[in-house]
Structure formats: structure tokens, C-alpha cells
């Protein structure tokens, strides 16, 4: 084919750009065919429509992948320009064909990995590169015969793109020294290119949320960029790797003082609280509402009205604590029962999310609809990859809302998430469960409302944001306590972390973690009206004691306690950066870890005492994120 002689003048620049995105496009739609081919029998379930809409709802991190290989030509153009010559068209073509190959070879073991792992090629996968035999017992049963002559095919179709789009500009001549027209049509390449790479101009960053719009995983896993998948899981791992950084003890020393935790001496007493078998379920995750702000836990009085007049109708359980400190770390641990890990979070990795058991997951198997609630954008926490693969038939985010009721940069108030919530479950079928998430007491904590607390504090600021969120849930209580579904309902409200305020708490201390959790409603029986359980717990109780209550397999909940079973073993853990706090009835261990060092408690000789405790309970946590 003859290579144009043409001057990369301004125009061609962007030419080469457009042709860029062009091009890999293409490349991206060829092997997201070729898995959807591939597994055309497991597509079976999802329907041809599920594998059609995947191309769509995958074309974000197409995009975002090809603007961050194009940041290389970009920058050679730039030197070019400098420093002359005409090495572009030398450099372009080495620089597509190695990244065809690599693409190549990622797709090509992305379709043999998913065959017997039934994840995207990942992290976890090239680090077994380093061990040969553990990686061929993984690869010997994929037909390797066919998947390189799937690479070899993919091959020569990536070369006849390349021949068609990407071979005519790789002989242009860059000789334009107009430096105005150069910059303008830099700037607008890199305008275009930084958009893409985020996936557009939102607030949240593109990620692999942006793919899952379904809650079936082989659609899902077909809409997410194989190539980028890849590069973010290396990238969000590495630091980690593959070894516990939390070996304290023996393994067995610390799997047996973990057994001893879960392990109950003599019978079930566990109550059952609950009129029905089957009650509907909403479940209210409520944004850093600490302990602070409830006053029969402690807190500030006159912040929260509603929820204490609720305290006089329920179940209130005083010494709970959340797991961490982040909403990502909450909704793992509500949903799934999963402890926080200090310096990372599992959230952020869709192949390890899929071997946690989901509460809605349970209920689905018993029944019933799940609908997911949000107010702010899915892609903020991975919320979207999560209700997913957590089994949620409906979920609502921002885009569900009119501009006019987004209120800040989190999206719609609190009051505008109740109402559509509200709104929509007169229409819901009964049994069913709804997770509803609030937002509008997270920072920068802007309401629509008169201030209650006057001053422009972080303090007062955050106390107003709290008294609207329990205001908005008044609300939405008085406007459906008239439906079908009320009177056979459980409601559950906890919160998702504690706050430093308003009570400035330290980071570590335990008070910055204690929260409320609240059981009410019609489906609760009578003699649970108006009580309150005292005994200490966490956050990542809830999921257990909820499956046990329903008649769920509460078994696969193996990180949770059940609230209910007064003889349980009385704990709370909850960690920081790189540390863990240590809660029983009678002592408080924190220990920083990057220190060595005990921030409160002592160390005793005692192989069981409680920083020993509290050390395995962190080894084998981490144990289990690695695993997973």
C-alpha cells in the first residue's frame, strides 16, 4: 500500500486522532465479539438483548482505554514538534502493533481464565505467572488449541484494521512550525483525550461500574474492557500482593482463636422477633450518622427527633460499631457481612465482590423483588457493581432523577430519594426487600432547608445536614404508613460509618465508630417495642442475625454474629489505616500496626488476650480478602 507523503499539518493531527479512536474501537468490538461468541451458551440465559447491550454499556472504558493509549503518540507529537524530524510515523507503527499483541493475548487468556475461574483476567492471574506449575494446573484444561487460533485470527483481523485506518497516517510528515495552529490542535487532542479517559465530564471517574447493568455476570463481565480491567486490577494491587502483610501469628494458632470467636457453647436461644415469616424489608443506610447525633446513645440532643421517637416504637441496639470509615467498607459489611480491611477495600475489586454472600441475594431465593436506592451517582463506592451482583432487580441512581432535584454534587436531597422511593413501592409486590442509601449528611453537608442550628461551622453545618436526613425519613414514613405493604414491614436503619463530629472524635478511638442500628415496624412483635439490647456488636452482625430471623442460610454470613443469641461471644472490630481497634465488654485494644505499637490497651502475656485476639482476627480477615 503506498504511504501518503502528506505534511501532518494542524488537520492531520486531529485526523490521527480521530482515526485513533476509530481504530480501537473496532479492535475493542472484535473481542468483546469474540467472548459473547464464545460463551454463546452461557449467553443462553442472558438473551441475545443482554449480549447486544453489552457493546453499548462497555463502550465507556472502550473509550477510556483508547485515550490512555493514545497519551503516548500524544506526547511524541509534542517532541516532534521540538525537536523535528519525522520518527512519528516509525514510532506510531511499532507502538500499534505492540499494543495489538498485547490486547491480543490479554482477550485471548481473558476467554481460557474465564472458563475456569469465571472472573476477568486480573491481578490474581498474573501473579501466578510467577509460580509456572500452579498456573499451568489453572491453564492445562483450557483448549489451547483453539484459543490461539482464536489469538492468531483476532491477529490478522486487528492487522486488516490497521491496514485500513491506522497504515495511511502512519507515513504522514510533521513540518508545520505554526506554533498557534500546533497548540490549538494540541489542546483540543488533549481536551479529547483526558475526557475519554475519565469517561466524559461527570464527577465520578469512569470504572468498571460504568459496564454492569444487569444482574447477570456474564452479560456484565462482556460489557467491561478485558484490557482495562486488567491494568486497573494490576494497579489496585500491586501494592498488596499476594502475601498476608497481617501475619501475626501461627495460621492455625490464628484460625483456632477465630473459630473460638463464632463458636457458641450449648443451644440456640435465639428470639424471634418477628410477627410473619416472610415481612417486607427496608433496609435505611443513613450517612455518617454517628452515635453523636442521637441522644439516647449519647450524642447531641435536638439533631435527631424522629429517630428518637422511632426509639420509643423499636428495637434499639445501644453498642454497635461500624466496620470502617468509609461508605464503600459499609456497604460490604451490612450487605455482606464482610469486615473493612485497612489500606485497601475490596469493593474496588468485581472479582473478589463475587464471592460474597449478598443478604439480597438470599432474598431472591426466597422470593422476594429487591430494588436498590441511591441518590448520587452508581459509579461513586462501586455502587452499581454491587447492586448487580448482590441480585437487585431495580436500581435507581442520580440519572433516575430530574436535573432540578439534584441538589449538590452527591446528586438528589435525602427528601427527593424518599419520595421516589415512596412513591414507586405502591407499586412493588410483596414480599420484598429495599436497600435505600441517603447522602445528604455527607460533606460539604448542604441541605434545602432553614438552618435548626445556626452558624457556618463544620459542626452546625453537619447537625443540620443530620436534622434534614431524620426530617426527609418522617416524611417518608407519614406518606406510606397508608399503603398495603406498611403494616407488614421491618424497617432497618443503621448507619454506614461514624463521624469525628459533631463531638470531634479522634480517628482511632472507638466513639468516632459507634453508630445506631434501630429495628421497627409493624412486622416487629409487640414485646420488642420500645427495648433496647445493650450487648456489643458490629456492623457486620446485622447480615446474620437478619438471615437468621428470616429463615435465610445465615450459615454463609461467617463473619457475622447473631445480635440475638444472648450467649454469643461479645466483640467489635473496626480498623483505621493500617490499624484495628479491639472491643469487649471489659477492655479496648487499638493498635497501629505501621507503628507496632498499642494506642490504647496492654499487652499481656496471655495467648488468648485480647490484642492477640484482635491480631488474628486481623490476620485471617486479610487471609480471607486475599482468598477471595
Known amino acids: 500500500m503506498t504511504i501518503l507523503k502528506t505534511d501532518l499539518s494542524n488537520r492531520f493531527i486531529l485526523r490521527y486522532f480521530v482515526r485513533h479512536y476509530i481504530f480501537w474501537i473496532l479492535i475493542f468490538f472484535v473481542q468483546r465479539l469474540t467472548f ?35 497519551l503516548l503518540p500524544f506526547l511524541v507529537l509534542v517532541i516532534q514538534y521540538f525537536a523535528g524530524g519525522s520518527f512519528f510515523k516509525t514510532f506510531i507503527k511499532w507502538y500499534t502493533f505492540i499494543l495489538i499483541i498485547l490486547t491480543v493475548i490479554i482477550s485471548g487468556s481473558d476467554l481460557g481464565l474465564y472458563e475456569n475461574w469465571g472472573v476477568k483476567l486480573n491481578y490474581r492471574a498474573v501473579t501466578m505467572l510467577a509460580h509456572p506449575a500452579e498456573a499451568f494446573e489453572t491453564i492445562q484444561s483450557a483448549p489451547l488449541f483453539l484459543l490461539t487460533a482464536i489469538m492468531l485470527a483476532q491477529g490478522f483481523i486487528c492487522w486488516l484494521l490497521y491496514k485500513a485506518i491506522m497504515a495511511p497516517v502512519a507515513g504522514w510528515r510533521f513540518h508545520n512550525r505554526k506554533a498557534i495552529q500546533f497548540s490549538i490542535s494540541m489542546l483540543v487532542a488533549a481536551a479529547v483525550i483526558i475526557t475519554s479517559i475519565r469517561g466524559g465530564v461527570q464527577q465520578i471517574p ?65 428470639v424471634s422477633i418477628l410477627k410473619e415469616p416472610t415481612p417486607n424489608i ?75 454472600p449478598f443478604l439480597s441475594l438470599e432474598f431472591k431465593k426466597k422470593g422476594y423483588g429487591n430494588n436498590f436506592y441511591y441518590g448520587g451517582e452508581l459509579g461513586f463506592g462501586r455502587f452499581n457493581t454491587i ?25 438528589v436531597d435525602d427528601k427527593s430519594l424518599f419520595e421516589k422511593f415512596a412513591n414507586e413501592s405502591k407499586t412493588f409486590t410483596q414480599p420484598f426487600f429495599s436497600y435505600v442509601i441517603t447522602s445528604s449528611s455527607h460533606e460539604p453537608f448542604t441541605v434545602p432547608m432553614e438552618p435548626v442550628f445556626k452558624g457556618n461551622s463544620l459542626e452546625e453545618r453537619f447537625k443540620n445536614a443530620c436534622y434534614f436526613t431524620d ?63 445493650n450487648a456489643l456488636g458490629s456492623q457486620t452482625d446485622i447480615a446474620g442475625t437478619l438471615a437468621k430471623q428470616l429463615g435465610l442460610n445465615d450459615k454463609l454470613f461467617k463473619w457475622s454474629n447473631d445480635l440475638l443469641l444472648p450467649q454469643r461471644q461479645q466483640f467489635a472490630f473496626y480498623t483505621f489505616d493500617d490499624g484495628f481497634g479491639w472491643l469487649t465488654p471489659g477492655d479496648t485494644v487499638i493498635f497501629d500496626n505501621r507503628a507496632q505499637k498499642i494506642l490504647q490497651g496492654s499487652a499481656t502475656g496471655d495467648k488468648e488476650s485480647n490484642l492477640i485476639k484482635g491480631k488474628a482476627y486481623m490476620q485471617m480477615l486479610y487471609d480471607a480478602f486475599l482468598k477471595y
Open 36 to 70: 459473547v461468541l464464545y460463551y454463546s451458551r452461557s449467553f443462553a440465559e442472558a438473551g441475545v438483548t443482554r449480549g447486544i447491550e453489552s457493546f453499548w454499556h462497555g463502550l465507556q472504558l472502550d473509550l477510556s482505554l483508547a485515550g490512555y493509549f493514545a
Open 471 to 533: 426530617q426527609s425519613l418522617g416524611e417518608l414514613l407519614d406518606s406510606v404508613k397508608n399503603t398495603a405493604w406498611y403494616k407488614h414491614t421491618l424497617f432497618v436503619l443503621v448507619a454506614d460509618h461514624g463521624h469525628v463530629l459533631p463531638l470531634n472524635r479522634k480517628f482511632d478511638e472507638p466513639a468516632r465508630y459507634h453508630i445506631p442500628l434501630l429495628l421497627f415496624g409493624e412486622a416487629l412483635k409487640e414485646e420488642y417495642k420500645a427495648v433496647t439490647i
Open 206 to 270: 469512569v470504572n468498571e461500574s460504568t459496564a454492569y447493568f444487569c444482574s447477570l455476570p456474564i452479560a456484565n463481565h462482556a460489557a467491561v474492557n478485558t484490557t482495562w480491567h486488567l491494568f486497573k486490577s494490576i494497579s489496585k494491587n500491586s501494592g498488596h500482593g499476594h502475601a498476608n502483610i497481617y501475619s501475626y501469628l501461627p495460621l492455625q494458632e490464628a484460625e483456632d482463636l477465630l473459630q473460638k470467636l463464632y463458636t457458641v457453647p450449648g443451644i440456640d436461644s435465639t
Open 282 to 356: 427496608v433496609f435505611i443506610q443513613l450517612e455518617s450518622f454517628t452515635a453523636g447525633v442521637v441522644k439516647e446513645l449519647g450524642g447531641d440532643s435536638g439533631i435527631t427527633p424522629v429517630l428518637s421517637r422511632l426509639i420509643d416504637q423499636g428495637l434499639l441496639f445501644t453498642n454497635i460499631y461500624s466496620s470502617g470509615v468509609r461508605t464503600d467498607q459499609g456497604i460490604i459489611a451490612l450487605l455482606s457481612g464482610f469486615p473493612a480491611q485497612p489500606q485497601t477495600s475490596i469493593i474496588y475489586q468485581p472479582d473478589k465482590i463475587e464471592h460474597l
Open 387 to 411: 447492586a448487580h451482583h448482590a441480585g437487585f432487580d431495580r436500581v435507581i441512581g442520580k440519572d433516575d432523577f430530574s436535573e432540578a432535584r439534584q441538589f449538590n454534587k452527591w446528586g
